[in-house]
């Protein structure tokens, strides 16, 4: 069965310093990857996705993400928080025609 | 370029009380439409979708039922709420029939049920 882990559900970084969100996968084909942003009471924005080729993704808002298929994990970084960056970050995987599966999410806030 | 509707933006019911929760998209046809749910502190969880006008797939059974009226219509319905129905209610919307699943979301719903 598919399924995505987020093993961090709260993470506080000061701006500036660099960022990885872990995700991990579980799936049993090439997965369809992707990271989305919440932030407080809006709806999801896409940040990057993956598909095939490349293994590193560049999103926007200067995220990337690298799909490693060794380690199933999707993992989303930027080198350089803003204070705009605090917000709630989900990795999902796509399985099928119709369904998106997502994680708990990761929560993040950057202090000054 | 397309554009996804929801409302209302807040809602406070009673329980027992029905609900109503409507989602258009503009800009695209035929799409794939999605109903999440995303309680407090939790990830989300998908409710409904549909590939097509009167065709709806429920994935979590429970007190709610969808309907898709019309192409670009997709709405969220109780007869009568429970406490447990409150949550951040997501719609979104795909291009009908890619296997990329990127789904595009609206601003979503805010339900409290007391």
């Known amino acids: 069965a598919q399924s995505v882990t987020q093993p961090d559900i709260h993470i506080t970084v000061s701006e500036g310093a660099s960022l990885e969100l872990r995700c991990n996968y579980s799936?049993?084909?090439?997965?369809?990857l992707f990271w989305y942003v919440q932030s407080p009471g809006q709806g999801l924005q896409l940040l990057l996705k993956y598909f095939s080729g490349d293994t590193l993704v560049q999103g926007i808002k200067g995220f990337e993400a690298e799909f490693k298929r060794s380690q199933s994990s999707f993992n989303l970084r930027k080198p350089s928080v803003h204070w705009s960056d605090a917000a709630e970050y989900f990795c999902a995987v796509g399985a099928g025609a119709n369904n998106l599966f997502f994680g708990t999410g990761t929560r993040l806030t950057v202090i000054p | 370029s397309q554009t996804i509707h929801q409302w209302p933006a807040t809602l406070v019911q009673p329980v027992g009380s029905p609900l109503s929760l409507e989602c258009t998209v503009e800009?695209?046809?035929?799409?794939?439409l999605y109903w999440y749910r995303q309680a407090a502190g939790r990830g989300l969880q998908l409710l409904f979708y549909?590939?097509?006008?009167?065709?709806i797939s429920s994935e979590v059974p429970q007190n709610l039922s969808a309907s898709r009226p019309q192409d670009r219509q997709f709405i969220l319905s109780s007869k009568k709420l429970l406490l447990s129905d409150s949550g951040f209610y997501l719609c979104a919307w795909s291009v009908g029939g890619s296997s990329y699943n990127e789904q595009f979301f609206g601003p979503g719903t805010r339900l409290t049920v007391l």
């Open positions: 799936y049993g084909a090439t997965p369809y």
């Open positions: 800009g695209t046809s035929n799409p794939n």
């Open positions: 549909s590939v097509g006008i009167g065709q």
